[in-house]
Nanobody
């Protein structure tokens, strides 16, 4: 699976942004999908995941109620809608794929278990 993230940009605090990840190659619906982020000088952090069917989602506590992950298996795309953005959300956002599993599993396993990664898209939130 090849993953291509897009949609990042500069937004003011309190604003919204939606990032997308388009997949190609193997059957997209065979994979749980997730978003992770890495801020300068910090370790990569799990943000959100969605099961292969889209029926379950899982979020890190810091984005619950503000971010929504969704997927369109017909379009081979996963989205991360980010609302009420904060300066601490500034990071490079990466999408990743993990074979058929639950969203929660994708949120708790080591990143080394992930099958595929996208190249990342920069999100900058100004104060």
């Amino acid at each position: 699976v090849q993953l291509q993230a897009s949609g990042g940009g500069l937004v003011q605090a309190g604003g919204s942004l939606r990032v997308s990840c388009a997949a190609s190659g193997r059957t997209f619906s065979n994979y749980a999908m997730g978003w992770l982020r890495q801020a300068p000088g910090k370790e990569r952090e799990f943000v959100a995941a969605i099961s292969w069917s889209g029926r379950s989602t899982y979020y890190v506590d810091s984005v619950k109620g503000r971010f929504t992950i969704s997927r369109d298996n017909a379009e081979n795309t996963v989205y991360l809608q980010m609302n009420s953005l904060k300066p601490e959300d500034t990071a490079v956002y990466y999408c990743a794929a993990l074979g058929i599993t639950t969203a929660r599993t994708m949120g708790v396993v080591s990143f080394n278990e992930y099958d595929y990664w996208g190249q990342g898209t920069q999100v900058t939130v100004s104060s």
